[in-house]
C-alpha cells in the first residue's frame, strides 16, 4: 500500500460522495432510455455501466446513432431535478472545514463536464476545488489513475500528499494507481463496505466529518 507524507491537499468524488444523486442520476438515465425507445434500467444495471461518462454509457447501451438523442434527454431531466441532488448530510462542513484551513480540493469524478457543472452551480461550491476534473477531460475513466494525475498536476501536488475520497471500488482503486492515499466513504445508502473491502483503502469514513479527523490527524503525525 501507498506510504503517505504529511498531507496538504485532498480529492473528491462527486456521486455518492459529495452529493446524494444516484436515485436521481438512475431516474436521468431512463428518461434518455425512454426518449429514443429503449426500456427502463434498474440502478444495478446503470451502475454496472459506470466509469465512463453518460454519453458514453448511452452509446454503449442504445448505439452511437440514438446516444445524443438520449443524452440531451437526460441532460434536460438532471436540469429540471437538481433539487433532487442534494448534497450529503455533513458535506457543508466538511467542505468548511477544508476550506477555512486553506486545504486545496479538487473533485475527480466520471460523471460529463455539462451535468457536473450544473450540480456544482446549483450548490454554490463550484469555487471550492481548484479544479474539476470531468470525465470529458481525459481519455481513460476510473479506475484509470489519469483524472487523479491531471488534478494533481494543477494543485501541484505530488499523489503521496494527497486522499482520494470515493464510494466505489473504482475510487479506490484510481488513488492506488495515482499513488495516493484512498478513503472509502460509506455514507450514501448504496455505498457497501464489502466492495469495498477487498481493495484494500487506506482509511474508512462513516460521515463526512470522520475525512476531515483523518486528514487532521495525517497532518500531525
Not at 63 to 85: F, S
Not at 119 to 147: C, M, Q, R, W, Y
Amino acid at each position: 500500500m501507498t506510504q503517505l507524507t504529511l498531507l496538504n491537499g485532498i480529492l473528491f468524488d462527486l456521486d455518492g460522495t459529495l452529493v446524494d444523486s444516484l436515485q436521481a442520476t438512475f431516474d436521468a438515465f431512463n428518461h434518455g432510455f425512454a426518449a429514443v425507445g429503449a426500456r427502463a434500467h434498474s440502478g444495478e444495471e446503470i451502475m454496472a455501466h459506470f466509469g465512463p461518462g453518460e454519453g458514453e454509457i448511452f452509446a454503449k447501451v442504445v448505439g452511437a446513432e440514438k446516444a445524443a438523442i438520449a443524452y440531451e434527454a437526460c441532460l434536460a431531466y438532471t436540469d429540471q431535478n437538481l433539487g433532487r441532488v442534494p448534497l450529503h448530510a455533513g458535506v457543508p462542513e466538511m467542505l468548511a472545514a477544508f476550506r477555512s484551513a486553506g486545504i486545496p480540493m479538487s473533485i475527480v469524478t466520471g460523471r460529463s463536464w455539462n451535468t457536473t457543472e450544473m450540480i456544482l452551480k446549483h450548490h454554490g461550491i463550484s469555487a471550492d476545488f481548484v479544479t474539476v476534473i470531468a470525465n470529458d477531460h481525459v481519455g481513460s475513466p476510473k479506475p484509470s489513475p489519469e483524472g487523479i494525475e491531471l488534478a494533481l498536476s494543477r494543485m501541484k501536488l505530488r499523489p503521496e500528499e494527497t486522499l482520494y475520497v470515493g464510494d466505489s471500488h473504482v475510487d479506490v482503486l484510481a488513488a492506488r494507481r495515482a499513488g495516493a492515499g484512498s478513503v472509502a466513504a460509506l455514507w450514501d445508502l448504496l455505498a457497501r463496505r464489502e466492495r469495498l473491502e477487498p481493495h484494500g483503502p487506506h482509511h474508512w469514513a462513516e460521515r463526512p466529518s470522520v475525512v476531515w479527523e483523518i486528514f487532521q490527524a495525517r497532518r500531525k503525525a
